[in-house]
């Protein structure tokens, strides 16, 4: 195939200077993450049964990581095989190597697709093997390269356009990767455009890579961090240090199911509590599409010592039962994207669509016409079923946050069945509500707008100085009759010189009489009535 062992040697530090994992001289070179932060030292494994230790010790990790160690222990496995002054290998000897390697980290999906591409070369000689390890670990440099862009790119468009505070899970850098990282190299990329206030590094119990890995790498890329214990990330979300969750995957089913360092999954769940994008970072390596969903994956469960003892001093009763996950396994429907070297996958989307769905009938079923109401020619349509249906304006809520994420900065409501929706979705959001009111209800100087109605015309007011200049606010009301109503609403919330987000109304009926003028706004109305 082209080069000689000798020509392939070289593959190391020297040609790519910061790589944690790399060949040379016969044997597979990795930087020992069990000993960060305190030194920077690097493993020479000249054997399968010494890089499969340093696999299960988590001296070599993070899934990107794990499938290089895959192709290059296959290598490694072709030159302790080769027979001397040839390149015949015993291939029974080298593929049982591989077989143990590849079962050696049973969650991480790239570790055995690591060892599959490489044996893959196996008829081909031992020259072909290393040349296609080699070739991987290049790959994954430029792999990760092109993801942090994405993901940057990504993040500016989900996020206020301001300086970030991000928050980040175990280690997803250079060192779970060849270089660059995923989740992390997404967080460099954006740093470089000068867009990180802060990071916070979840310190990632039993084994802190949080703490000692990414907390490393931050500093040596001179990037703010603090770093929080695992329980605070919640908290931190809470009290609105959190614009945007990045974290790795070690598998990821072909629904969107997603397999990562355990605690993951209670981020997503906070993520979502709180209005916080969540975007996992992995490269299409990752993806298992054989298996439909996470129920699938198997969660390697490590050592109790991980857990009852750290830095060498017990913390825990003798004899103590422990749970030790090294991964749990975060429901699609709580994931806002994916982002991979090729595309940006958002499965929240199809969870979404489907719970619109869902919602969209049970409001129909809920909603009462009454003719003639409040004048001849008109039909009023009663939403106090659903109101008093329990849960269902806080799920409804939920849905109008999840298409609006990441988009408004307030929410205002109009007078007055608006404020029900507007005050609960406001509450879920995290963000100030104002309201906007009938003539004579507001005290101070008001902007004022008139507007029409079915049967005739009104106007709606709103305290001057109650929306700052600049505020993205998402307009709320309950029914959507001629549109007059939200029309004279977005033109208060401009009136103030803040930006109209969007607007949502729980229904809307046929036949708008302003449709045409409120095409420019993002409208979302959940139940249409047809009549």
Known sequence: MGASIDELQGAGPGDSPGLSLYWEDDAVMAVDQRALPETYELLRLEDIDALIHAVRALAIRGAP??????????????????????????????????????????????????????????????????????????????VNSAAASRTAELVESLVPDRPLRLLTHCNTGRLATAAVGTALGGILELARRGRVREVLVDETRPLLQGSRLTAWELAEAGVPYRICVDSAAAAAMAQGMVDCVLVGADRIAANGDTANKIGTYGLAVAAARHGVPFVVVAPES?????????????????????????????????????????????????????????????????????????????????????????????????????????????????????????????????????????????????????????????????????????????????????IPPGDRVLCVDDVLATGGTLLAAAGLVESAQAEVAGMAVLVSLPGLRDGERLKRYDLLSLCEVKM
């Open 65 to 142: 990581a794990l499938g290089l160690a895959g192709a290059l222990g296959v290598a490694l496995s072709t030159r302790v095989h080769r027979h001397a002054h040839t390149d015949a290998v015993d291939e029974d000897a080298v593929r049982a190597d591989a077989e143990r390697l590849a079962a050696a980290r049973p969650t991480a999906v790239n570790l055995a697709w690591g060892v599959r591409r490489a044996l893959a070369q196996l008829p081909y000689g031992p020259r072909a093997v290393l040349a296609e390890a080699v070739r991987m670990v290049s790959e994954d440099v430029a």
């Open 286 to 466: 990752t993806w298992d599409h054989d298996l439909a969903d996470g129920g699938g994956i198997v969660v390697e469960e490590r050592d109790a010592a991980e857990v009852t003892g750290i830095g060498g001093s017990v913390v825990a009763p003798a004899h103590a039962r422990v749970f030790n996950p090294a991964f749990d396994v975060t429901p699609s429907e709580l994931i806002t994207a994916i982002v991979s070297e090729r595309r940006v996958v958002r499965p929240s989307h199809v969870h979404h669509d489907q719970r619109a769905a869902t919602l969209r009938a049970r409001i129909a079923g809920l909603l009462e016409a009454f003719p003639d109401h409040p004048r001849p020619g008109t039909t009023y349509q009663d939403l106090s079923a659903l109101y008093a249906e329990p849960g269902l304006l806080h799920q409804t809520a939920g849905l109008v946050r999840e298409h609006f994420r990441g988009t408004f900065d307030r929410v205002v409501a109009v007078e007055s069945r608006g404020f029900l929706l507007g005050a609960v979705l406001a509450a879920r959001s995290g963000v100030p509500l104002t309201l906007v009111r009938k003539p004579g209800k507001l005290p101070g100087v008001v902007h004022t707008v008139e507007y029409a109605l079915e049967y005739g015309t009104d106007r709606l007011e709103l305290r001057q100085g109650a």
